[in-house]
């Protein structure tokens, strides 16, 4: 099959060799594996990161959202049979879907929506994974929950605060504050259903202020978290929650002991990265927002179309990733 893949590590994207195409075979489904022909797929900050900083051990593919066909399934698959057109966002420690063929665990495999093209989907499951994570598991927000607390998102118009904006504003009673810094990326915060859209280029308490803010319960900071962590700390109220996403060089927690403020850490990889006993959750909440998006309650995040799979256009996808001023998520569509 064809794949596209890396094999050395730190290479900038206008290297010949920092993604190029291969020849390999196609892999063939273990117990509980759906082998997915692939339909769409599209680019997260972690297929950059890993790019970047994690030298393979051969050619290694990239890319975890995909929306496909299942060809074939493993002897003790029950969820799904060929034929199924089915979404997920893998598995870290498996080849991605930067392939015209795929494997992915059936438990954090979801069915897709039947309203949206395999593009419009392959948007999501990534960044719903977080999200839902983030909100629900992470800082345990009630469905339906939530009447007269705040939440501030920083970062709201990238790729998971979009669903995030849209899980929180719509399934719980949370005043919802997204940050966003240029016009497009607040109309577009605004559009999914924040209540208040505020700068993160300036100070924030100010600009809290101003809407009738003078602390909030919950922050989810994706992006940048070292850079406006002082601020956060100062921003949340006593006993409020901190849940982030990046990766800060340094993160000092003592300064969170003085209000009792407790910190989250999301990583959507690893309940199938340890094989956590709860894994057939992502395989539920995948299931329960392709009904959300049908019921026409969330709708896609997918922010540009860049075209067919190949190593042009996923260049031009990770350079638009590694700008940092990326609106929702970016799809490429088949080989």
């Given at each position: ?328 998520k970016i799809v490429l569509e088949g080989f």
């Amino acid at each position: 099959m064809k794949a596209i893949v890396y094999a050395q590590a730190g290479l900038p994207i206008d290297d010949p060799q920092a993604l190029y195409e291969a020849e390999l075979p196609t892999p063939q489904p273990g117990s509980r594996d759906l082998l997915v022909k692939i339909r769409a797929i599209s680019v997260n900050p972690v297929d950059s990161k890993l790019r970047l900083g994690v030298q393979p051990s051969g050619p290694r593919v990239l890319g975890w959202d995909a929306a496909g066909t299942v060809e074939a399934v493993g002897a003790e698959v029950e969820l799904f049979k060929a034929g199924d057109e089915v979404w997920y966002a893998g598995d870290i420690t498996r080849a991605g879907s930067y392939a015209e063929y795929g494997l992915v665990d059936e438990r954090i495999a979801g069915h897709r929506p039947v309203s949206l093209s395999a593009a419009q989907a392959a948007a999501l499951p990534l960044t719903s994974i977080t999200a839902w994570e983030l909100l629900f598991d992470r800082l345990k927000v009630e469905q339906g929950g939530g009447k007269g607390q705040s939440l501030l998102v920083i970062g709201a118009g990238g790729g998971v605060g979009s669903i995030l904006v849209q899980l929180a504003s719509k399934l719980t009673d949370l005043t919802v504050i997204g940050t966003a810094s240029r016009p497009r990326s607040q109309a577009w915060v605004r559009e999914l259903g924040a209540h208040h859209v505020i700068d993160h280029g300036k100070p924030l308490h100010p600009q809290l202020v101003e809407i009738g803010v003078q602390q909030v319960d919950h922050v989810i900071s994706l992006t940048h978290t070292d850079s406006y962590y002082t601020q956060i700390v100062e921003l949340l109220k006593p006993e409020g929650q901190l849940a982030l996403i990046d990766d800060p060089a340094t993160l000092d927690a003592m300064p969170l002991k003085r209000k009792s403020i407790s910190l989250h850490w999301e990583f959507m990889f690893t309940r199938s990265m340890f094989r956590t006993n709860d894994m057939m959750r992502q395989h539920e909440l995948l299931d329960r927002v392709a009904a959300l998006i049908d019921q026409k309650v969330l709708k896609t995040t997918l922010g540009e179309h860049i075209g067919a799979i190949s190593v042009e256009n996923l260049k031009k996808a990770h350079t638009l990733i590694e700008s940092n001023r990326s609106l929702g998520k970016i799809v490429l569509e088949g080989f």
